[in-house]
């Protein structure tokens, strides 16, 4: 795989799309008894998801200040019940595995008919959940913006669709992602869908992706990824004066963390080999093009970083978190959780968390065996539950409890009971980039996004200088133009 991200980000987690989204649970077929509940049978494993007409219309964007957004929208989570769930109150997992908002919100959620217990509202939090229940959750969903640069298409014929992704699109939903991504935006102003993900980049990664049209195209590439036939360059801007000559490097790589998405070299890490080779020098930086062998997470980067020459511009592995010499040779002198802690609070001092995507909670909890959890990116969507569209029934509230959460203190029943009886809920006014006009939306009761303002990162903050520049197959070759950052004469 090509430089892939780290972990799912956040609240959702989706299979690859290809296959068929996850429904509602079966109808009731018999009278239940005095006291009993309705529990849906299994579901069959689904083979992915994907996404249709009512998908695509669930909201719309619009452009601004050099940014896609996405106004808000409704949107349900669903999940059956864990296994580690079964004799615990509905209450019980809410203070444990959900721990963002307070327990406050969850009440004044189910007072609102947003939770569903096999589709019945729920009225008593302190429910016993029993194996194969259905857990629906309704939020007010707010996605992060992303550049507004649009998807080249490079190649469209019968088998594949290849595009120039630019930098900050994830390429499938994850996290607090769903339309802002690759695959949203080509269903939604391209009509292609039912596109099967070949290979992934990074969020921050920009360049050539591949998506087969079937599933015979996907399974022929994929033998050639698994027998290592594929050929990948890359092209990045580093600090420094890069070594004129060809560079090695194959020092083993682990994984920090998965929800946070760090990794490091470490001795006990995956066996990988990168070659470097310096393309230009304009005194301050040097142009690379990097040739990776293997695909192991964050595989270039980290490499970088341990040769002294990390991205310029790379909100992880280029901070000072990791000490004076930023991570070169591997000395950082601190632990992966003093690591992780001081990356957050590095990006917190330049109110910067949502391009990183690093939340406090990750660092708070012990969950990193749990199926919730944030990272700046996603590669284990391809890995999620099938059966699950989401494993987290309120994961996208995660996502609010950040160090501006106070500017909302919804933290008492009072306070949410005040704002779900609130019949006047106004609006929010969002400036449509295409037609000039302000549209209202409405906002939330319970939204504590609503009530947040965030600094909208610019559009030079989304672009990290690392570039997949060509991928070639046995019976193919994609390339994409050389981005400016990488012009020999360029200058910041």
């Given at each position: 795989?090509?430089?892939?991200?780290?972990?799912p980000?956040g609240?959702?987690?989706?299979p690859?799309?290809?296959?068929?989204e996850e429904?509602?649970?079966a109808?009731k077929?018999?009278?239940?008894?005095?006291?009993e509940?309705?529990?849906?049978?299994?579901?069959?494993?689904s083979?992915?998801?994907?996404?249709?007409?009512?998908h695509?219309?669930?909201?719309?964007?619009?452009?601004?200040?050099?940014?896609r957004k996405?106004?808000?929208?409704?949107?349900?989570?669903?999940?059956y019940?864990?296994?580690?769930?079964?004799?615990r109150?509905?209450?019980?997992?809410?203070?444990?595995?959900?721990?963002?908002?307070?327990?406050?919100y969850y009440?004044?959620?189910?007072?609102?008919?947003?939770?569903r217990?096999?589709?019945?509202?729920?009225?008593?939090l302190?429910?016993?959940?029993?194996?194969?229940?259905?857990?629906?959750?309704?939020?007010?969903?707010?996605?992060?913006?992303?550049?507004?640069?649009?998807?080249?298409?490079?190649?469209?014929?019968?088998?594949?669709v290849?595009?120039d992704?630019?930098s900050?699109l994830?390429?499938h939903?994850c996290?607090?992602?769903?339309?802002?991504?690759?695959i949203?935006i080509?269903g939604?102003?391209?009509d292609?869908?039912e596109?099967?993900?070949?290979?992934?980049?990074?969020?921050?990664?920009?360049?050539?992706?591949m998506?087969?049209?079937?599933?015979?195209?996907?399974?022929?590439?994929?033998?050639?990824?698994?027998?290592?036939?594929?050929?990948?360059?890359?092209v990045?801007?580093?600090?420094?004066?890069?070594?004129?000559?060809?560079?090695?490097?194959?020092?083993?790589?682990?994984?920090?963390?998965?929800?946070?998405?760090?990794?490091?070299?470490d001795?006990?890490?995956?066996?990988?080999?990168?070659?470097?080779?310096?393309?230009s020098?304009?005194?301050?930086?040097?142009?690379?093009?990097?040739l990776?062998?293997t695909?192991?997470?964050?595989?270039?980067?980290?490499?970088?970083q341990?040769?002294?020459?990390?991205?310029?511009?790379?909100p992880?592995?280029?901070?000072e978190?990791?000490g004076?010499?930023?991570?070169?040779?591997g000395k950082?002198d601190?632990?992966?959780e003093?690591?992780?802690?001081?990356?957050?609070?590095?990006?917190?001092?330049?109110q910067?968390?949502?391009?990183?995507?690093?939340?406090?909670?990750?660092l708070?909890?012990?969950?990193?065996?749990?199926?919730c959890?944030?990272?700046?990116?996603?590669?284990?969507?391809?890995q999620?539950?099938?059966i699950?569209?989401n494993?987290?029934?309120?994961?996208?509230?995660?996502?609010?409890e950040?160090?501006?959460?106070?500017?909302?203190?919804?933290?008492?029943?009072?306070?949410?009971?005040t704002?779900?009886?609130?019949?006047?809920?106004?609006s929010c006014?969002?400036?449509?980039?295409?037609?000039?006009?302000?549209?209202?939306?409405?906002?939330?009761?319970?939204?504590?996004e609503?009530k947040?303002?965030?600094?909208?990162?610019s559009?030079?903050?989304?672009v990290?200088?690392?570039h997949?520049?060509?991928?070639?197959?046995?019976?193919?070759?994609?390339?994409?133009?050389?981005?400016?950052?990488?012009?020999?004469?360029?200058?910041?």
């Open positions: 795989m090509a430089e892939p991200g780290p972990g980000a609240g959702e987690e989706e690859v799309p290809g296959g068929k429904a509602a649970p109808p077929k018999r009278r239940l008894a005095a006291g509940r309705y529990v849906p049978p299994p579901r069959k494993l083979t992915g998801v994907s996404f249709g007409a009512a695509f219309a669930e909201t719309s964007y619009y452009f601004e200040g050099g940014l996405v106004r808000p929208y409704y949107f349900d989570f669903r999940t019940c864990k296994g580690r769930w079964v004799g109150s509905l209450l019980h997992v809410f203070s444990t595995e959900f721990r963002a908002q307070p327990l406050a009440r004044a959620a189910a007072r609102a008919g947003r939770l217990l096999n589709e019945e509202p729920v009225r008593d302190d429910v016993v959940l029993k194996n194969n229940d259905f857990l629906r959750n309704t939020v007010h969903r707010h996605e992060p913006p992303v550049t507004a640069q649009p998807i080249q298409i490079l190649v469209e014929d019968n088998e594949m290849v595009v992704k630019p900050s994830p390429v939903p996290g607090r992602f769903r339309h802002n991504t690759v949203f080509l939604k102003e391209h292609l869908k596109l099967h993900t070949i290979h992934r980049l990074d969020r921050m990664t920009s360049g050539v992706l998506f087969a049209k079937t599933a015979e195209v996907s399974k022929r590439i994929d033998e050639q990824v698994r027998e290592r036939q594929l050929e990948k360059e890359y990045c801007r580093v600090v420094g004066e890069f070594p004129e000559h060809e560079v090695v490097c194959e020092e083993p790589i682990l994984v920090v963390s998965y929800k946070v998405g760090v990794c490091r070299v001795p006990k890490g995956k066996p990988c080999k990168t070659i470097f080779q310096r393309l020098y304009n005194g301050k930086t040097s142009v690379v093009k990097c990776p062998r695909g192991r997470t964050h595989q270039i980067r980290v490499h970088l341990y040769l002294g020459h990390p991205i310029v511009n790379d992880i592995y280029n901070m978190a990791w004076p010499d930023r991570g070169k040779g950082i601190k632990t992966d003093e690591l992780l802690k001081a990356l957050v609070e590095e990006h917190r001092s330049k910067s968390l949502d391009i990183l995507g690093i939340l406090e909670e990750d708070n909890s012990s969950a990193e065996n749990k199926d959890g944030n990272s700046s990116d996603c590669t284990k969507s391809a999620a539950d099938p699950n569209e494993s987290c029934p309120a994961k996208d509230t995660k996502d609010l950040r160090n501006d959460t106070a500017a909302c203190p919804l933290n008492s029943d009072t306070n949410l009971e704002l779900e009886k609130n019949k006047e809920l106004g006014e969002i400036q449509d980039g295409q037609t000039g006009e302000k549209s209202s939306e409405e906002k939330d009761p319970l939204c504590v609503c947040i303002t965030r600094r909208d990162p559009p030079k903050e989304l990290m200088y690392l997949a520049l060509r991928y070639k197959g046995a019976e193919f070759e994609y390339c994409s133009k050389m981005p400016e950052w990488a012009m020999e004469d360029w200058e910041e």
